[in-house]
């Protein structure tokens, strides 16, 4: 038996097929060529499946089965007693869980494409991928998850591990407050595809499922990043939700070229899986295209495959928007500048993926398309003592006093900010960064500061390091260590990078190296 548990270890969210053939044979005599055409395996994973099972088979001219006495053990050993899951309406209970927290997540941001799933669809997703696929112990990466998919599946499969990627700060703190609440394996990530992907979830995942913008530009940017998320690509898949209009089926063979385009094959298209509130120019539907990444895929995957703003159907970040005027980004450069100093910097576009402005006296950025997450993410991988950035009027982190205190209380270690609302013109605002003043003899103020300076490196290092130096030597890396395990609020995340953490879990965080300190 340990050869055919080897040979399903390596088949890994593929080994569901190869169940279904071990069941068969515990059943009783089976042709060969009857197990290729139930199972719709290639003969050659049959032959690999015989082989492996050699010792306990018995065979009977061209019939085999494994042997009676040890039927019941291969039951057991390899869960080859697994019921069907059936459809949705057999599941009344976990649809009206989903529908509970699909009736509860933040509503959509029209800005990022959000159209909001049923809950028939939810539940419809992780059914079909627990029939298909081996979920426990495997690896789902979900690339935007406004429709909660990653709470359906776990839902569904409990033991599935799933990383969740998304641009809202309000969906991960959704998706993670509940995961938590529950026990489920889900980690949080925050990312904008366009300006960078996380370490963390870089050759992770076995499966990568997404909904992206029904844009030829987002599917490329999405489905890049996807490949790049998959641990093995020759063995990986991607599950993508895209729709278009049937009077318009132009721009389905556009997409679908892109696609195509990245060396990724269709495997599978199954029509009008997924229903929407909305989306009705495409009636409200799109299709599930299971996707197969082909040995080109890797090297067409580049980080540069699709980068660019306008990536969404609608809005400020449509592939039609313009930016801001030339007269409003001269009144920014000067902003930017420090009084008396060298010429004004040239104002550079969002991207924060990398420390930013190392070497620089000031920086000038334009965020004018700013969903709401760059600003923050901006001041973390600033590298210069002083920043100007241009944000609409309306942004969430300056719109209100509430807004501005809790952004300048999260980055207050590192800067100390001014918020200019309507300026140059009263469709936008400038927030200055100012390098806050160094207060030596507070610890506390000394690690964040540290911490923050550096936003991009693996935050158990980090604070490790921070914590020796605010301790002018007098701790040891040993104790050091020893402290920041002791104070972290998910030990797990000490290998992630702040700058890739949810802004809840910043917060979170911040507050406990700010006691580590001062312990």
Partial sequence: MSSV????????????????????????????????????????????????????????????RIAPELAAEYRRRFALDRANLGSVAEHPELLAAIGADIAAVPPPLAALDHVQATDETALRRALWLAENYELA??????????????????????????????????????????????????????????????????????????????????????????????????????????????????????????????????????????????????GSASDLYVCRPTARAAKLATPQAARRVGIYTHGPQSIEATGPSQEILDALRELAARPGSSPAPKPRGPGWDEPIGKGAAALAVDLTDDPGPWLLRTLLACAAGRMAALVSNNHPDISNERGQRALAELVGPRFTLRFLRSTPDNKHAVVLAEAAPVAATDPAATVLRELLLRAHGKLGNVWREALINASRGELTKKAAAQRVEAAAPDPAELDLRLIDLPRHRITTLLAAMANSATT
């Fill in 5 to 64: 548990a080897l040979l399903l270890a390596e088949h890994g969210v593929h080994g569901r097929r190869l169940r279904d053939a071990l069941a068969l044979l515990c059943q009783g005599w089976q042709a060969f060529d009857d197990l290729v055409r139930a199972t719709a395996l290639p003969r050659r994973t049959v032959q690999e499946l015989v082989a492996a099972a050699d010792d306990d088979l018995r065979r009977a001219g061209a019939n085999l």
């Fill in 137 to 282: 112990g495997g690896r789902l990466l979900c690339l935007g998850d406004h429709d909660l998919t990653s709470l359906a599946v776990c839902a569904v499969a409990p033991e599935t591990a799933v990383t969740v990627v998304d641009v809202d700060e309000r969906l991960l703190e959704f998706i993670d407050t509940r995961a938590r609440q529950r026990g489920w394996n889900i980690r949080c990530l925050h990312a904008d595809l366009r300006f960078g992907f996380p370490p963390a979830a870089l050759e992770w995942a076995d499966l990568v499922f997404t909904d992206p913008p029904y844009t030829p530009e987002g599917m490329a940017l999405f489905l890049a990043a996807g490949v790049r998320a998959l641990r093995d690509p020759a063995q990986g898949r991607l599950l993508v939700a895209y729709g278009y209009s049937e009077r318009n089926p132009a721009l389905g063979l556009k997409v679908q070229q892109e696609i195509q385009r990245l060396g990724i094959v269709f495997e599978a298209i199954l029509p009008g899986f997924h229903r929407y509130h909305g989306a009705q120019a495409v």
